[in-house]
């Protein structure tokens, strides 16, 4: 019996098509309520940013608890998951740091991050959440109105689609 053959590296080209069919399905399924959901007045990109972060946040508790609990469905490889994880660190790092300062005497209120999952993802299913995100990104970068925003947006959500790629390895 053969080994099988090894899978090629996704082009950029191809990591880039797949990151605009996501952001396609994205827009096409989003129903967002923008700044709408702050009781105080937020600019349009202060509502775009939390709504970013707040998506990273949501996709590393997913990590977090595969790599805390771990399990037979998870990724073999956990300096992989240690890899991306470290990624996403530093893509909430770059997005927190665009965040203006409030002068308000009363901070905004965080949204909530959903249920926490409960048990270890599979390799299968971190990779669908990377996606998900790329998607929820690449929305988001249409709705910046600062040009350098939708740019780092974009590329969050080009490295996410790389993400998956990885975990579907």
């Known amino acids: 019996m053969r080994p099988p053959e090894p899978t090629p590296s ?7 098509a797949s990151a605009g069919l996501v952001a396609a399905a994205g827009v096409a399924l989003a129903g967002c309520r923008g700044s709408d959901w702050y009781d105080q007045p937020v ?23 595969t790599q805390t609990q771990g399990g ?6 956990p300096e992989t998951l240690d890899s991306l994880v470290q990624r996403h660190h530093e893509h909430v790092d770059l997005l927190e740091g665009r965040l203006p300062e409030r002068t308000d005497t009363e901070p905004l209120p965080e949204p909530t991050l ?3 999952p409960e048990a270890p993802l599979s390799a299968a299913a971190l990779a669908v959440a990377e996606r998900g995100a790329a998607a ?7 709705e910046a109105e600062d040009p350098s925003l939708a740019q780092l947006l ?7 689609v790389g993400h998956a790629w990885i975990l579907e390895r």
């Open 43 to 65: 600019s349009v990109d202060e509502s775009v940013l939390r709504s970013a972060i707040t998506a990273k946040r949501r996709l590393l508790a997913r990590y977090d608890v």
């Open 114 to 116: 959903g249920p926490e």
């Open 10 to 16: 996704p082009s950029r080209r191809q990591v880039f």
């Open 72 to 77: 037979a469905d998870g990724p073999d490889d």
């Open 136 to 142: 929820r990104h690449a929305q988001l970068a249409s």
């Open 154 to 160: 974009s590329s969050i959500s080009a490295s996410e």
